[in-house]
């Protein structure tokens, strides 16, 4: 084990490192078979709020077998230390050096996380290169939404799992088991056997050729284990809620419980990779939401939980949930977040109803500035909308809000970006200037098995133009503005769009000093530019430039179950300006993944049977 009495006094906020947490699970090293790390690659506060590693914390550890453990990206003031005292990466359970264990897993939730990655595994003694570590363990294992384009990381990672985890990563363990217990052969014998299970991607198994304009001319399987496509797993019935999760002594990015009471989405906004990756929609019951309320309250202390979902407002009988929940909490100061609320007038009166007369602030995201625009993307709301809740919500109290936009969208023009300003000056009017609005306005990145997957990403040289717009023209208007540096959304583009060839690139930027990307006091444009420049690549290339839409992408071997031909006529239909509307509700848009408006109808139906106010319970 690691000795941290030595150095921890030294470092900023050193419970990230102490472990011990309420609800965390120590088991015995020696007597557990199967020994497991996991990872969110970025600093303890934001790999503790995130739900999907610590579902599968859970899992693993259920498994009388299977010890796992956690490991972030220590701050820059532990990692000299850890180099300078020679201390490796370590689990936080036992503080075994991660080199002992037999998995170390990634969940890859943002691209401009993949240096830390790096970082990570240098710190734990471990070639970066998969290649380079043989057949010694631990085995390198990566998942998350990043994961359905794994062509940039390929060369670091053993296997990727592609899609939901909960049932995969149990199927993943079992192989690991059999082979260990036959005698722990080559680690090729292993990840042979992982290839045969649906929603595992061993890239080394793959051929990736190019053709001579640099665009990818195919991806093929070298062994017979390995298949043309690899399909998205996908959880039929949603697994029971983490009710006993880890509680942290320090404040972490999200210091709330969590329940996931949806999984999914119906809206088709065409920017929004989530809304197509988790497709389709699986929601759970009342009566289910309504007791892992109960035991989270009673395991963890938490006096507020988050209610998760892609669109909240969608899910089936929302109103009465929060009803149920507010009647059986009355008293005990329970506050309820509901993330994700579509921007309509029965948002803000469902958020009116459990608020209990605190108003703190209010979040929509219009995403552009105009009504064309905003069908174009399938964001489905007009101005007219947007006034009207805005209105509604001055009208019940509501003083603050905060208004999220997209810049360098499909289609737009410096007119859309004029509309912005236009549109925050009419919604500051309503509340005759009193309101306090802030606006944030992103980079639109295309991402990945998204109708906008073939779509030139604007360059940083236009996005800075339009950005100046804004600036000048919300300066006017009195409201704080804040925005994302053009060149983060560069390499995030780079990153999300990228092929197997960036590999040589993020290994030279990490070499040169780029790691924690997503803070802006450590990025830096300049390192990148010089990785690039070291590799011979160009980043407007992987970025900025329009694909065709029989090009072979980088990604075309993973098959997330949505149709290509749906993506098409999506794309299409932005270029029109059409909407598709929202299927949940009315003729299914054949995506591929629900394939008649029967089948769709009858799904849509059972889920409002199903949360009828009696299913609740009380």
């Not at 972030?72 to 230390?81: L, R, T, Y």
């Not at 075994?96 to 996380?113: H, K, M």
């Not at 970006?417 to 509340?431: Q, Y």
């Amino acid at each position: 084990m690691v000795d941290l009495d030595g150095v921890l006094h030294r470092v900023t906020r050193p419970a990230r490192y102490t472990g011990g947490e309420w609800n965390s699970v120590v088991k015995d090293w020696e007597s557990t078979e199967i020994r497991v790390v996991i990872s969110y690659p970025d600093l303890y506060e934001i790999g503790m709020s995130n739900l999907g590693l610590a579902i599968i914390y859970d899992l693993l550890n259920q498994q009388p077998d299977v010890l796992a453990e956690r490991a972030f990206s220590p701050w820059v003031d532990m990692e000299a230390e850890m180099r300078r005292e020679g201390i490796p990466l370590f689990g936080l359970e036992s503080k075994r050096p991660v080199r002992d264990f037999d998995i170390f897993g990634f969940s890859l939730g943002y691209e401009l996380t993949y240096s830390n990655v790096l970082n990570l595994l240098d710190l734990a003694g471990l070639p970066v290169l998969a290649a380079e570590r043989g057949d010694s363990l631990p085995l390198v294992i990566a998942g998350g939404g990043c994961a359905l384009n794994p062509e940039p990381m390929a060369e670091f990672i053993d296997l990727f799992v592609i899609g939901e985890g909960e049932e995969v990563v149990l199927e993943l363990v079992e192989a690991f088991r059999r082979w260990k217990r036959e005698g722990a052969g080559r680690k090729q014998e292993l990840l042979r056997e992982a290839a045969r299970i649906p929603g595992i991607y061993v890239p080394s198994f793959y051929k990736v050729d190019y053709q001579s304009d640099g665009t990818v001319a195919s991806v093929e399987p070298i062994v017979a284990e390995a298949k043309p496509l690899i399909e998205r797993r996908i959880v039929d019935k949603l697994p029971p809620v983490l009710t006993r999760p880890i509680v942290p002594y320090l404040q972490v990015v999200h210091d709330r419980a969590a329940v996931e009471i949806q999984r999914g989405c119906n809206q088709g906004c065409r920017f929004c990779q989530a809304g197509m990756i988790y497709r389709p929609v699986r929601e759970r019951t009342q009566e289910e939401v309504a007791k892992a309320v109960d035991e989270l309250v009673r395991n963890c202390g938490y006096d507020e939980i988050s209610l998760l979902s892609l669109s909240t407002s969608d899910y089936a009988g929302i109103s009465n949930l929060i009803d149920t929940l507010s009647r059986r909490h009355r008293g005990g100061n329970l506050i309820l977040s509901l993330p994700s609320l579509r921007l309509d007038t029965f948002s803000v009166a469902l958020a009116d109803s459990f608020q209990d007369g605190k108003k703190s602030g209010f979040t929509f995201a219009p995403e552009a500035g105009t009504d064309d625009l905003r069908r174009a993307i399938n964001k489905g709301i007009s101005e007219e909308d947007i006034l009207q809740t805005i209105e509604t919500a001055w009208e019940r109290g509501w003083r603050s809000i905060k208004l999220y936009f997209m810049v360098g969208l499909p289609t737009e023009t410096i007119s859309d970006i004029e509309a912005i300003v236009s549109l925050v000056r009419t919604i500051k009017n309503i509340g005759k200037r009193r309101i306090n609005i802030r606006v944030n306005a992103s980079t639109f990145v295309p991402k990945p098995h998204t109708p906008f997957q073939w779509v030139a990403q604007a360059s940083p040289e236009e996005l800075a133009a339009k950005q100046q717009v804004l600036r000048a023209g919300l300066k006017k208007v009195g409201v704080h503005l804040s925005w994302q540096d053009p060149g983060v959304g560069l390499l995030e583009g780079v990153l999300s769009r990228g092929d197997r060839r960036l590999a040589g690139m993020i290994q030279s930027a990490w070499k040169l000093g780029c790691k924690f990307d997503a803070w802006s006091e450590h990025y830096s444009y300049e390192k990148w530019q010089n990785a690039f420049s070291e590799c011979g690549l160009d980043p407007y290339y992987y970025a900025c430039r329009e694909r065709p839409l029989d090009e072979v992408l980088p990604w075309a071997h993973i098959d997330t179950g949505i149709d290509p031909g749906f993506l098409k006529r999506e794309y299409e239909r932005t270029r029109l300006g059409r909407e598709t509307p929202n299927c949940s509700s009315g003729p299914c848009n054949l995506c591929g993944l629900q394939q008649s408006q029967d089948k769709c109808q009858r799904k849509y139906k059972e889920l409002i049977a199903a949360s009828k106010p009696e299913a609740a319970g009380e």
